[in-house]
């Protein structure tokens, strides 16, 4: 078939990759999301994965909007028989969703109806789900809600961060989307109408969603640390200002500190929560580079009964 590929950021790279070795299939154009201010200087950048398509000499496509007349008309001069669609960050019209002949296929890094929208990793991590997995399905105009044609499953480990569990989910979901577009393109595979039972939402994780709230049992809040993690990245309050919490461990005994509270010992760092009290292994300082905890530790001097989260330790 002949497609054009949908897709913005990293996570999308491996499943591009895999239709372009592929060798059924022409990838005839790359749909992404205009360049973007990054680093120090805010210099324009172009998507990860328009700099792969780059690098391998197709076409890149960045309408600012997927309805803007001049990329409706590109798309329908192209053809595409099917756009398999992989984190591409906007919504598509239904004037974009009707010039493929089979239409737009996700893959969706969940198994769905469950965690149906921007953020199902980090929601399957923060909700403590055993396992979760990866879905191709036909894109309608509600979220995340037409029928599926293949799923795939994936263990979450205990020490798991969203980052982790996307990376794995990335390359498998990779072969899952090339063999969905084989069995289009042979016409053994139909889509199959998503159960209406099950369904749960994943919106995005904000910054102020992050925020860690000590009086939480231990295990939720090792949740959101592993969830948050690399983005948009869990934090507290320390004397006023943000500590990014960088990864912490879940200890076996309760150690009687209070919600939020700090004990130093020689190369460790706990914080008590409303269950039992955690290691914190790595932080960032608002302004620095991610170290040590037991490093910031002895660089703040924290002194006795000092606190996490602000004086109402949330």
């Known amino acids: 078939m002949k497609l054009v590929f949908a897709g913005t950021p990293e996570v999308a790279v491996p499943a591009l990759d895999a239709l372009i070795a592929s060798g059924r299939h022409e990838v005839a154009a790359v749909v992404t999301r205009p360049d973007a201010p990054a680093g120090r200087g805010r210099r324009l950048v172009a998507s990860p994965v ?49 010039i493929p002949a089979h239409g737009w296929v996700n893959l969706h890094f969940s198994l769905l109806p469950a965690w149906r929208g921007a953020a199902p990793v980090q929601h399957a991590v923060l909700a403590g789900d055993e396992v979760t ?15 599926v044609y293949g799923v795939l499953t994936e263990t979450v480990r205990p020490t ?17 989307l090339a063999a969905t577009m084989d069995g289009i393109a042979d016409g053994a595979l139909k889509a199959v109408p998503q159960p209406a039972d099950g369904v749960s939402l994943a919106p995005k994780i904000n910054v102020e969603d992050a925020q860690v709230g000590w009086a939480a049992p231990a295990l939720r809040v090792d949740r959101l640390v592993r969830g948050c993690t690399p983005a948009p990245g869990a934090w507290t309050l320390f004397r006023g200002e943000r500590l990014k919490l960088v990864s912490i461990e879940l200890l076996p005994e309760r150690t009687g500190l209070a919600p939020g509270e700090l004990s130093v010992g020689k190369n460790n760092v ?9 290691e914190l292994l790595w932080v960032q300082p608002q302004g620095k580079k991610p170290m040590r905890a037991a490093d910031w530790a002895r660089g703040v001097r924290i002194a006795a009964g000092e606190r996490l989260g602000g004086a109402d330790v949330r």
């Open 50 to 98: 328009a700099q792969r398509a780059e690098e391998a000499g197709i076409e890149v496509l960045k309408p600012v909007r997927p309805r803007d007349a001049d990329f409706l008309a590109r798309l329908s001069e192209i053809a595409p028989d099917c756009c398999p669609v992989v984190a591409y960050g906007a919504i598509l019209p239904k004037s974009a969703l009707d």
């Open 133 to 147: 997995g990866a879905s191709t399905f036909l894109i309608e105009e509600g979220l995340d809600s037409g029928p």
């Open 160 to 176: 798991d961060t969203s980052g982790d569990l996307l990376t794995r989910l990335a390359f498998a979901g990779a072969g899952l």
């Open 270 to 278: 706990y914080t008590g929560t409303g269950s039992h009290a955690v």
